[in-house]
């Protein structure tokens, strides 16, 4: 398999600051990365997909002012939670799509935790 | 309509008994790939199996099986002899179209939560 991390794994801010998540693909190059957000008890929710060198696709519904998402190098994609209040708190977790075998497979980071006071 | 369905919210077996987690499908394209996660309490979703939609043989990897059945839009994921480490929610997912599937997302269920007991 392909490993995906996440940094960082938890994070509590005050009201209105930014937070940056990062997920990196450790041992492959990643073109595209995907950011979900996943409530208590709940599934995943697709927010955005994260293409290396442009920009990034964003799934109805979600604010692409309030979560910044930047795919600098075929490794790294970051997501910026922007001026974060307390309805932002979840989990967000991030996937990289990995060729092995007969398919693209995404392998996902451990998560990034985000709680908002 | 929901792409995909898992309707057991919770499923129950002892430690070394065999168990079937349901999933159903929607789409009305002939190519798509079905996939099954792991999410423990740690919150990582661990990759199970893979089937793909013009696979003619069932899935398997270890003690994971997919029990394909086109027909019937089902794809259940078989545990055999399970641990009590295979408790944890199980999802399964979708992706439609298999052509340059690198950057097509997927769609989730809403999840099993497994309890393996001793």
């Known amino acids: 398999g392909a490993v995906v991390s996440q940094h960082p794994s938890w994070v509590i801010c005050k009201s209105g600051t930014s937070v940056k998540i990062e997920c990196r693909s450790l041992d492959f190059q990643a073109t595209t990365m995907f950011w979900y957000r996943q409530f208590p008890k709940q599934s995943l929710m697709l927010m955005a997909t994260s293409n290396e060198g442009s920009k990034a696709t964003y799934e109805q519904g979600v604010e692409k002012d309030k979560f910044l998402i930047n795919h600098a190098s075929l490794t790294l994609s970051t997501l910026t939670v922007t001026s974060a209040h307390p309805e932002d708190s979840s989990f967000y977790i991030c996937?990289?799509?990995?060729?092995?075998?007969?398919?693209?497979?995404?392998?996902f980071g451990p998560g990034t935790r985000l709680t908002v006071l | 309509a929901q792409k995909i369905t898992q309707t057991q919210p919770g499923m129950f077996v002892q430690e070394k008994e065999a168990v079937t987690l349901d999933c159903t499908y929607d789409?009305?394209?002939?190519?798509?790939?079905l996939f099954w996660y792991k999410q423990p309490s740690s919150g990582e979703m661990i990759f199970l199996i893979y089937?793909?939609?013009?696979?003619?043989q069932n899935a398997t990897e270890g003690r994971y099986s997919l029990n394909f059945q086109k027909a019937r839009k089902s794809a259940n994921l078989v545990i055999s002899a399970s641990q009590l480490g295979d408790s944890a929610m199980y999802f399964c997912?979708?992706?439609?179209?298999?052509?340059?599937?690198?950057?097509?997302?997927?769609?989730f269920g809403t999840g099993t939560r497994l309890l393996v007991s001793p």
């Open positions: 997912a979708m992706r439609e179209g298999e052509m340059n599937t690198g950057f097509q997302k997927l769609v």
């Open positions: 996937s990289a799509s990995y060729r092995e075998g007969r398919t693209d497979t995404q392998y």
């Open positions: 089937q793909g939609s013009y696979d003619q």
């Open positions: 789409t009305s394209d002939p190519s798509y790939g």
